[in-house]
């Protein structure tokens, strides 16, 4: 009898275990360059730190390195799967922080320094666009993070404590301050859906807001506000077409969660998290054959 009880104990955990939902793959950035599969294994890896980066249609990835020797201004570079560099612009201050490849086959990119500034750089390597971008010049590091381009041509730039949305000509057509009730509100990454509604990633704060056009915050999500899953340091957002949003927490580590897929009702959907002792700075979410998934503002 117990042995029977036993058997369909077994069977059940087995069940509950097959009908959990699966997991997500993704393009890790940070300390550690890697794609994970859905199961959580590390399939692809690349040995340099990154600050932002794209898997683009041609399989090749697009990474921003982070400063080293060989790289001492930081670095945008594309590589093959075999980590062959096919192309690359070395910073030429402190730091570059994003790198985007546009429609045109320009790259748009930030860097940090005394003269901080936006760039669409053709693979000629020439400059075709620069834009000043207005911020102190006493902390490069604190300077700007994740900029994208929006598409009315216009840029969306986090910048110290501050978002602002920069035209083609570079002029600063709307900004959104943070909050002073966050702990610390600097601003790290910055998206824009079509209703005109922007998601701020405020990262040492550890908190997302989510503000309209007139910069009103309609939505807030803080730590203690995920049933058994805390939110330490946001780094990383994507908006998924169903409303939900995965996020990092830089600062997490195991067993708390690195990355984490939370409806609009702030319902866990999934997790990710690792042993090893590095935060994940940015993410491109995958499909199942490792191309980035469609619809994913990030």
């Not at 748009?108 to 000043?132: H, W």
Request: glycine share 8%; net charge positive.
């Amino acid at each position: 009898m117990i042995r029977a009880l036993l058997c369909l104990l077994l069977a059940s955990l087995t069940l509950t275990a097959a009908d959990q939902p699966a997991g997500r793959s993704f393009l890790m950035l940070g300390g550690l360059t890697q794609i994970i599969d859905a199961s959580g294994k590390a399939t692809w890896k690349y040995p340099a730190a990154t600050r932002d980066g794209y898997i683009l249609p041609n399989g090749n990835l697009l990474l921003t390195l982070s400063k080293t020797k060989a790289y001492p201004g930081g670095a945008v570079v594309e590589v093959t799967r075999d980590q062959k560099v096919v192309w690359e612009y070395k910073g030429t201050q402190s730091e570059v922080n994003t790198a985007i490849l546009l429609e045109n086959g320009n790259v748009m990119l930030t860097e940090a320094g005394d003269k901080p500034r936006l760039l669409e750089v053709a693979r000629d390597g020439s400059i075709k666009v620069e834009i000043p971008l207005g911020c102190q010049i006493t902390n490069h590091h604190m300077q700007s993070r994740m900029a994208r381009k929006l598409p009315n041509g216009h840029y969306l730039v986090p910048q110290d404590k501050t978002v602002r949305e920069y035209d083609a000509s570079g002029k600063v057509v709307w900004e959104c301050k943070s909050p002073e009730s966050t702990l610390d509100n600097r601003s790290f990454c910055c998206l824009r859906n079509a209703a005109g509604h922007t998601l701020i990633s405020l990262t040492v704060g550890s908190n997302l807001i989510e503000v309209d056009a007139a910069g009103k915050i309609v939505w807030e999500l803080r730590d203690g506000d995920l049933a058994g899953v805390r939110v330490n340091r946001t780094t990383a957002v994507s908006w998924l077409p169903n409303g939900n949003i995965v996020f990092s927490n830089y600062m997490a580590r195991a067993p708390q969660a690195k990355v984490v897929e939370i409806t609009r009702e702030k319902k866990v959907v999934w997790t990710y998290t690792d042993v090893s002792n590095q935060g994940v700075h940015e993410l491109q979410l995958l499909d199942a054959d490792g191309k980035p998934l469609p619809g994913i503002l990030r």
